[in-house]
DNA sequence: AAATCCACTCGTACAGTGTGCGAGGTTTGT
DNA sequence: ACAAACCTCGCACACTGTACGAGTGGATTT
């Protein structure tokens, strides 16, 4: 009745003896073709004729999508670069896997879609985890706590990140039709005039650094909050 | 080339002297499908038989899924029950917020693929943004810090709840399946000893309990930052 | 009363999707 | 040379969103 639940992660790995093609080259071209033409641009046909294979071919080395989908993941989160936790504060190490995640994501928009829909149980996701769970016990806290600041943290990340890559978006597809924003905003601006203010103060400004700011600025409140949960 | 940014919410809303169904009847039969079913469980044909109507019907009412999509998210949204900002302290209202936010998210878990998939433009959704926005200016923050402060809030909010709802649902399917989960954590103590044994105890505690203290946990030290933002 | 209009319904069709199956080919081991 | 393991892939199935255009019934106009 119930589906089991299940994970590329959670079997083993393949003997990977493969004279053919190799796990590695399928998900490499797919992380191309998601940087490419996003979630909805990969398809297995297409993957499959973007290396020269049939689309059924795939399923040889990938149980199903998911799956790849997973490995995909978890290919991206191998590019984030944090610090040894020895080495510096804290507030160093979170503060650099802070801007690392939002980086990758900003990279890899896709990322988004598959939060909240995949666990991330591969090496290198836990291998990030494992990095910043070491840094807040090094830095004073115990037993759950280090996993509620772990979480914390990542949260806040994860929760403006995900936004922020819909808006850059929508604002990409809305290019060259600012008509259509500055009627939205007018519309808006019935109902909320503060909000509408808002937005056309942000639109005129660079939007970038208002959105790098908003980040600093959120980023230095969890911390300090986090920091006066230390204290005690 | 591009294609428009379109949003329900950016066109009139129709005349509504309709003699057949009406968009409310809709979209309060499709978030009774996701709440069933799941994302996955709506299609267009499904809800149409659920109405008793063809499915193409229903594109008389709405020019597409995503319209669709857009106006279920926000008929969600409504669920928001904030207090007067004017009447209690903005830490008592971010904290409404952002529990209110929660609950509601975990009462119709398909919100969490809509995020970042969808602008949320609606009326509801604006005006719970705005009465946050409210509170934040009453707390005493200026200009864009009040924007920053309400992102930071929801951020953190969203990014806790995504992945606690992808957590909970692999739960659900896995809940008959113990071995499995056991035999994965086993796999994972390999490499990550300290990760494993947090699951296992994680595992064996009331895990809503558990989640619910990392949202308290987090909550506070947000506000907290936020507090010391405040003070300067 | 007749004609016109218009709101609304929906069957059909099309281009996609993921993937189960089983028949083939190719490489390797003995 | 034979067998086993590895790998490829065409076909088929059930399903998706939605464009199109023909059809229906009631209200409005003439």
Redesign the pocket.
Known sequence: MTKQFSSVWLREA??A?????SRDEIVRAAVELLDADGLDG?????L?AKL??????????V????E?LELVYDEVWGEMRLPDPTETTWRATASVFAHSMRRLILRHPWTTRLIGRLPALGPNALGAADTLRRSFHLAGFEGLEIDYANTTLTSFVFGITIPEVAWTQAMAETAYHEDSMREAVALLAADYPDLASRMNEVHSADTDAVREMAFSFGLGAVLDGLAARLIT
């Open positions: 393949r003997p003896k493969s004279t053919g093609r990969l398809s297995m046909r297409r499959g020269s294979a049939g689309a059924t071919s795939l399923y040889w080395y149980a199903n999508k998911d790849l």
